[in-house]
Nanobody, 123 residues
Framework: EVQLVESGGGLVQPGSSLKLSCTTSGFSFETRDMSWVRQAPGKGPEWVSSINSRGARISYADSVKGRFTISRDNAKNTVYLQLTDVKPEDTGVYHC????????????????WGQGTQVTVSS
């Protein structure tokens, strides 16, 4: 059974940093592209970042470029998302997915997603 479990979310102040983790099991993690998606209350899913299986290809949404960093540890079957200089608009549930392109035009199009971890940015 494919499982993706996110952790590391919380309530933080604007300008803070936090690191999200997605621990996986049930598939060959080292062969799978991974991504992060977030969903704000009342809105559709928004793609955040993706990393290919070897970590050689990385992409970011313009809204997080320069502030977020995706990485992976294939030995630990885990993908990470480092958030820095967070803003209130970064608030949402952050999901990891086992595909490079999980969302198109606000619609979920593929991959297995985890249940997510809540990130709330507020002063």
């Amino acid at each position: 059974e494919v499982q993706l479990v996110e952790s590391g979310g919380g309530l933080v102040q604007p300008g803070s940093s936090l690191k999200l983790s997605c621990t996986t099991s049930g598939f060959s993690f080292e062969t799978r592209d991974m991504s992060w998606v977030r969903q704000a209350p009342g809105k559709g899913p928004e793609w955040v970042s993706s990393i290919n299986s070897r970590g050689a290809r990385i992409s970011y949404a313009d809204s997080v470029k320069g502030r977020f960093t995706i990485s992976r540890d294939n030995a630990k079957n885990t993908v990470y998302l480092q958030l820095t200089d967070v803003k209130p608009e970064d608030t949402g549930v952050y999901h990891c997915a086992d595909t490079f392109i999980p969302v198109i035009d606000g619609q979920r199009i593929g991959g297995t997603w985890g249940q997510g971890t809540q990130v709330t940015v507020s002063s």
